[in-house]
């Protein structure tokens, strides 16, 4: 917390308030909320709700994604995506989120999200559901 703080980032003060009150335990059908840890030490975090922005049900949206720096570059915010990604793929047709730093983005990227000019995000990714039998 202290870390992203320093960093300018707010969003994991926003998490765990809404997380105590209640707001979003990223408890419902479709929602998860991942951490990567490194032993005991909790080194990221990140989060899948349906997209409260979007009007269809099918679209889930990214949130909160953290990795302490010096964690950074050795593939535990990839993990934690690729996981959220999984979990998405039963529930959800498109995932989105918002980004304002061109590292984050570029990161996403790298991950097969594009660049959109939407209101409520930066990046979207259509998700490939597996054909039924």
Known sequence: MDESRREGFSFL???????????????????ALL?????????????????????EPRVGRLRHL???????????????????????????DVLRLRTDTPDAARFYE???????AERHATHRLVLVRPPTA
């Not at 951490?35 to 009007?55: K, T």
């Not at 302490?68 to 996981?83: I, N």
């Open 35 to 55: 951490g990567g840890w490194c032993g005991e030490a909790l080194v990221a975090v990140g989060g899948l709700n349906r997209d409260p922005y979007a009007p």
């Open 110 to 116: 790298a991950l097969g999200f594009v660049p959109v």
């Open 13 to 31: 003060v926003r998490l765990r308030a809404d997380f105590e009150n209640g707001s979003n335990r990223f408890d419902a059908a479709g929602e």
């Open 66 to 92: 953290y990795v302490a720096h010096a964690f950074r570059g050795r593939g535990v915010g990839r993990a934690l995506v690729e996981a959220l990604v999984s979990a998405a793929a039963t529930h959800y």
